[in-house]
């Protein structure tokens, strides 16, 4: 016995009617690649929002975004063990694994059943930070009082499990060898509590700012769009109830390499929807700021001309003509009419000692005031939007004779 490779020996014999494939044989890797892959994007996704909006756009980066954080980094890890212990037997038929396969795999496990609260633990504590700040603020009430509830239950129980699996067994070679001198403790009974415990946790999150939310004063219709931010949690649940059946369906089971495999999947994909419930109140101000970017940008164009224009040269003939004088000559208010004001065409003023006497056609006595008080026009002026337009007016030698000559000149 002590000269068998332990590379080409069976875990275990095939039952009746299969045999042993150590070369090629089925496995559900491609599924949980694929499961991981997908799972793995999204999550990476999810945290950067939520830290973009967080450092970048409201600039207050808080306990819950460095949590999130940490909980993402340890699901990297938890992506990549997975990963590693399919190619090590995972997701084979245990016949179809080698001896020394399954002792890569009963290690691995152990592995991925540390970091379970690293993982867990984290995200749901960002989440209920999250509630906690946006439904009760410096209030202690019940919604307070519960969520203070959940954060000390779950850190004390991910707590006792990461204990649990970390020491259980002593040496920790033995995990690999069973035959070695030590003590191992059965980790069916933490894996079954932990399924429990995650599906009474996340309905509890799942319904908390449900309740939260129908007692703020807001329309139906908001208080739902607020609580459906949160319902992301809803899949979570399922993700909880789902690994708890085949959980059950694992303990049961002597094809411990196989049916272990579907457990992983939906475990991952729990870690997944609780860093998605953490990460989507971010979204809409998101969206906001990419919004206002957009407008800003539309309304930032503004015209420049690179070169000065020129003026025409006065037709002074066809001011004696016309008798209109600024027939003849294109003023620069009228060149730039897309730079300036368009104003309408007011009768011919003058000034006395540089106060506007008479608007005959535009004046109201009681409403812009008056021509004998042109004090009222310039405060009733003040009450509006001014607008400093240039306006160049010219005159022809004949028109020049007929305006009244300045006081005092």
Known sequence: MDNLDPDTIPASPPPAGQTSN??????????VI??????????????????FVKAHILKRVQWEDYALIFS???????CGVIITAGNAGQGRHIWDVSLSGVQRFALLQNILEILYGPIMFPAKLCVLLQMMRLFTGTKKDSVYWSIQALIWTNLLFYVSIFFSFVFACRPRAKLQNPELPGTCISTNGSIFATS?????SDFSILLLPVYAVWKLQLPVKRKLAIA????????ACMSSVIRLVYTVRFFRSSDVTYNVDPVGMWGTAEFTTVMLAAAFPTIPRLWQWLREKKESSSDS????????????????????????????YVSRTSMLSDRYIK?????????????????????????LGSAENPDDFDADCQKGIKKTVRLDTTYSATEQAKVPQQAGE
Request: net charge positive.
């Open 22 to 31: 150590l070369v090629n044989p089925h496995t559900l890797q491609p599924y």
């Open 34 to 51: 694929t499961t991981v892959v997908i799972c793995l994007v999204c999550v990476i996704i999810a945290i950067a929002v939520r830290t």
């Open 72 to 78: 993402g980094t340890a699901f990297s890890a938890w």
């Open 196 to 200: 429990i415990i995650n599906i009474v």
């Open 228 to 235: 459906a931010l949160f319902g992301t949690g809803l899949f």
């Open 301 to 328: 164009y503004t015209y420049q001309p690179k070169t000065k224009p020129s003026l025409p040269k006065r037709n002074t003939k066809a001011d004696e003509e016309t008798g209109r004088p600024w027939d003849g």
């Open 343 to 367: 104003l309408e065409e007011l009768p011919r003023t003058h000034h006395t000692n540089s106060r506007i006497e008479s608007l005959p056609d535009r004046l109201q006595r009681g409403a």
